[in-house]
């Protein structure tokens, strides 16, 4: 996402108007997601009382093919530390080996993999038996996570790449915590 030391200037500049108050959250990552017509977010965001964390959602695109409205903001994967991103990532990379062998189970889900604080599962919409399988990275202890096409892993784990290049270049991934206060 930054690229130039402009581009880098203007994303800190929005994380401290992030920090103040002055807006709900700051994109650090994205991709398209073309077989739903959606795209995956990373973005900082701040609740009220807490540290600076980042989240994965899906948002539609609008017709310039931008970020227009959440579709899973409300129960988006919340990451606080750098270990995390690194442990999900990790998770990733065995979820794609243990896809393509995959046996679901009665309802239509397996675990693929999990430690102690995510999962990763694959399964089919409820009550659509016949649609493709779809990916979740789920943080077992909340329940919120984000789910994308199974064909789309990659998407999933570029988004996650892209945001930890990106606060690590701005200075923000310090040792556990994704950003330093």
Do not use: C
Not at 47 to 57: F, N, P
Not at 137 to 149: D, K, L, Y
Not at 165 to 172: D, R, S, T, Y
């Amino acid at each position: 996402m930054t690229t130039s030391a402009t581009e880098q200037d203007e994303f800190l500049d929005s994380v401290e108007r992030l920090r103040r108050g002055e807006v709900g959250g700051v994109e650090v990552a994205s991709a398209p997601l073309p077989s739903v017509g959606q795209m995956l977010v990373a973005g900082l965001v701040h609740h009220q009382g807490e540290r600076l964390s980042l989240e994965l959602a899906r948002w539609v695109m609008d017709a310039d093919g931008k970020v227009g409205t959440p579709v899973t903001a409300a129960n988006a994967l919340r990451i606080e530390d750098a270990a995390g991103l690194r442990d999900i990532l990790a998770l990733l990379d065995a979820a794609g080996v243990a896809l393509p062998s995959v046996e679901l189970e009665d309802d239509g889900r397996a675990v693929l993999v999990s430690d102690e604080t995510y999962a990763v599962a694959v399964g089919q919409p409820p009550e659509q038996h016949d649609e493709p399988l779809w990916l979740a990275v789920v943080e077992i202890e909340t329940g919120r996570g984000v789910a994308v096409p199974a064909d789309e892993l990659a998407q999933i784990r570029a988004v996650i790449e892209e945001a930890l290049a990106v606060l690590g270049k701005a200075g923000m991934v310090a040792g556990e915590t994704v950003v330093r206060h």
